[in-house]
């Protein structure tokens, strides 16, 4: 059975500093996905992440993947206010279906 | 385009009634899910449709939850005779087919289901 944890489950940070988001998963994936879900609202898909070494970037937030280590990274780069949200990771068994959810990452920025 | 509609939005129930809830995909999405997600909580996955192909169903978590999809489209989750641990809200996805290419899952508003 395929677990995904993710640390920390809560992070406040000041605006400018930089930060890491760590999603652990368990057993053999071929897809490994980054959500943000903002308060009340429904998740809003980041990357998609295929592949080993994989490294995609958006902004202030860049995700990357290493599937030896099974261990993907979302790294906070000068943080914003705006960021605020709730960060999950999700990744798929090789041969399933589902997409199996960490916990996720309550992030604040303060400013 | 029209994202992933969910109706209703928010619905209050006695316990030991049924409810039902809609999940209109993104047209041309042939892969649709069924989620879960309780206060504070990660997501519990329930159901899965592809195509035509037979549902997996192994996250239902009791036999008084079904879901059906009509036509390849539309979806429907039923629950009979409600608790108060079905309290949570309620999430549908699609996607393109086969999880080809890497597409993500594209999620609705969710409905928020409370039983009371």
């Known amino acids: 059975e395929l677990k995904v944890e993710q640390n920390p489950l809560f992070l406040s940070m000041q605006e400018g500093k930089n930060y890491t988001i760590y999603c652990n998963y368990s057993t053999t994936s071929d897809r490994l996905y980054w959500y943000r879900q903002d308060p009340g609202k429904s998740l809003e898909s980041l990357f998609v992440l295929l592949s080993n070494g994989a490294v995609k970037q958006e902004g202030r937030l860049m995700a990357s993947l290493d599937t030896k280590a099974r261990l993907s990274t979302l790294h906070i780069t000068a943080a914003v206010h705006d960021l605020s949200a709730t960060y999950f990771c999700a990744a798929k068994g090789a041969g399933s279906y589902q997409l199996t959810f960490g916990k996720g990452t309550k992030l604040s920025v303060i400013p | 385009g029209a994202g992933v509609s969910q109706s209703p939005s928010n619905k209050v129930t006695e316990k030991g009634k049924d409810v039902e809830l809609r999940c209109d995909p993104i047209?041309?999405?042939?892969?649709l899910y069924w989620y879960r997600q309780s206060l504070g909580q990660g997501l519990e996955f329930l159901i899965y449709?592809?195509?035509?192909?037979?549902?997996?169903k192994s996250g239902l978590p009791s036999d008084r939850f079904s879901a059906e999809r009509t036509g390849g489209s539309v979806s429907t989750l039923t629950i009979q005779r409600t608790q108060q641990e079905d309290s949570a809200v309620y999430l549908c996805?699609?996607?393109?087919?086969?999880?080809?290419?890497?597409?993500?899952?594209?999620f609705g508003n969710g409905t928020r289901l409370t039983v009371t």
């Open positions: 449709f592809q195509g035509n192909s037979a549902p997996d």
């Open positions: 996805a699609s996607s393109l087919a086969g999880w080809t290419g890497g597409s993500p899952l594209h």
């Open positions: 047209s041309g999405h042939t892969a």
